[in-house]
């Protein structure tokens, strides 16, 4: 299917693009035209600029990787050759897939289409593509070009993989050569011709997809069992520079305050041994106002950290250049990068901004568009709660800790959406947040509410009177009031928020113990 044709470009809805990317037609067919390292290249709406086989599932499956070195081979006999502006990689999973691919001889012909080895682990759907060309980034920027990525992993959602990649799709291994090949997604394999053979002819999909034989023929002679062997057998032992780190006798992990990967939470700061109880919230301003498919990527970027965030300056004022930043995804283990990451996904789409993407909202007592974790703590320095409006399917996506960690360091005491993702609304809940559900046939939108209001629910401040699933009342400064149903639907998830959140509950117990 062509993606990029008119008849079935939709229009962005409240966070993703609907069946496309809502281009004009009379924009469709523009080109890029730019210099890349002295020869000419062109962009067009769908242009691949990243082609990855990334370190996920599938590259432990030893067909799919032996199908894309055929793939690459099939491609090099015939004349054809990735453009050179296009970022290839190859990340396999395991140390094996590099043994079979050189038994094999396929690793030269991968390399000769630019699907080097890069790595061992997780790279581009994690965001750790790396910066593109130039040139490369300078022709999409500036003619607003909508650029692809294609990728082996697990994970496309927006702004994750590349700032300027918006379209990014999910292959297999052969299919992310094949389109590396064409330079497009916006291409019919079954009709339209992948390039140009040395012959003059134009060369199609079905002339360089491998048969099943060739594949299992492939796989049979050189996916060995001693591969496996020598590779791990090994495993436990680490290795020298691993087993020369130096580590303190102390049985107590030792803080490093100047560490910027690894912090020490405030989770447990100020913590009693008596339960802080059940309690609503009052007059709580809204920190940000959603609609439908908030995943948790919007909520917890796990790709690269912007230059000019607030995870950013947190770096740069201690000491990290921006080629040490790495990404969100790495620095988990320290909570201050983290909450400045908390919303700060490049493809936010809050309603405050009315229509503005990015990861800013409205400080609703000043008006003043700040970054998410800026206004977050403006809030919280003055003593007010905040809370979010969202749309159905809240928090979708992969399962991310953070994207409750997050929200809770910034002072978000509850979330009411049409609907939550399961996961996510038990996260939540384990951090202490209230999630409500509105009726259904309403939301934010149907009720008329702005986010510009204040909001107290009320809940009742013995845990003994709340139940699972129960009714709940919602008023606004502005005297709206409805009605919503609190997400807590176990008696355990009760007990956690009675506890603060899953964590103090926890120690609670243990020291009880």
Same mark, same amino acid.
């Given at each position: /299917? ?14 993703? &693009? ?111 593509? @790396? ?11 500036? =003619? ?9 992993? =697990? ?76 590779? %791990?057998?090994?495993?436990?032992? @680490? ?8 580590? &303190? ?16 939470? &405030? %989770? ?63 620095? $988990?283990?320290?909570?201050?990068? /983290?909450?400045? @990451? ?68 910034? @002072? ?41 209001? $204040? %909001? ?42 009675? =506890?603060?959140?899953?964590?103090? %509950? ?8």
């Amino acid at each position: /299917m062509k993606i990029f044709n008119y008849d079935i470009i939709g229009v962005y809805g409240s966070n993703i &693009p609907i069946l496309g990317f809502a281009v004009p037609k009379e924009a469709q067919d523009k080109v890029a035209k730019f210099s890349f390292h002295g020869q000419p290249a062109e962009l067009r709406h769908g242009s691949v600029v990243i082609a990855a086989i990334t370190s996920c599932t599938n590259t432990s499956n030893p067909s799919v990787m032996l199908g894309a070195g055929l793939v690459a081979k099939k491609a090099c006999e015939l004349g054809l050759q990735v453009k050179p502006w296009i970022k290839t990689s190859l990340a396999p999973g395991s140390g094996v897939v590099t043994k079979y691919l050189l038994q094999s001889g396929l690793q030269e012909y991968l390399n000769k289409q630019g699907f080097h080895i890069v790595g061992y682990g997780c790279t581009t759907c994690i965001g750790n593509s @790396g910066e593109l060309d130039d040139s490369v980034a300078s022709a999409i920027s500036e =003619n607003d070009i909508i650029a692809s990525a294609v990728l082996s992993g =697990n994970r496309n959602f927006e702004g994750r993989v590349h700032a300027l990649t918006r379209a990014n799709y999910l292959a297999s291994p052969p299919l992310v050569v094949a389109y590396a090949l064409a330079g497009t997604v916006d291409i019919d394999f079954d009709k339209e011709p992948i390039g140009t053979g040395k012959d003059g002819r134009s060369v199609y999909f079905k002339d360089i997809w491998p048969s099943t034989e060739e594949i299992a023929e492939a796989v049979q002679s050189s996916v060995l069992p001693d591969m496996f062997k020598s590779t %791990y057998v090994a495993i436990t032992k @680490g290795n020298p520079m691993w087993n020369q780190l130096s580590m &303190p006798s102390s049985t107590m992990y030792s803080w490093d305050p100047n560490s910027t990967y690894i912090h020490e939470p &405030p %989770y447990f700061k100020n913590m009693t041994m008596e339960p802080p109880g059940a309690h609503g919230v009052k007059d709580a301003y809204c920190l940000l106002n959603f609609g439908d498919s908030i995943t948790t990527d919007h909520i917890s970027p796990a790709g690269s950290i912007h230059k000019d965030s607030p995870a950013a300056k947190y770096l740069l004022d201690r000491g990290v250049d921006r080629k040490d930043f790495n990404s969100y995804g790495s620095r $988990r283990g320290n909570d201050e990068v /983290m909450a400045r @990451g908390t919303f700060a996904n490049i493809r936010l789409v809050n309603k405050l901004l009315n229509g503005e993407v990015g990861p800013k909202t409205v400080h609703v007592p000043t008006g003043e568009k700040l970054y998410v974790f800026d206004a977050a703590m403006r809030y919280k320095d003055a003593g007010y709660d905040t809370i979010v409006l969202a749309g159905a399917e809240y928090g979708s996506g992969s399962s991310r800790d953070w994207a409750a960690k997050g929200p809770m360091l910034l @002072g978000v005491k509850a979330v009411i959406a049409k609907s939550f993702e399961r996961i996510h609304r038990s996260n939540l809940v384990g951090m202490g947040i209230i999630p409500l559900c509105f009726k259904s046939g309403e939301d934010a939108d149907t009720l008329g509410l702005t986010g510009h209001e $204040r %909001y107290t629910i009320d809940l009742p401040s013995k845990i003994t009177d709340i139940r699972p699933g129960q009714d709940v009342t919602v008023t606004t400064d502005n005297g709206k009031s409805f009605t919503c149903t609190v997400r807590f639907d176990t008696e355990v998830e009760l007990a956690y928020f009675n =506890n603060g959140g899953i964590l103090p %509950y926890v120690i609670r117990n243990l020291i009880k113990q």
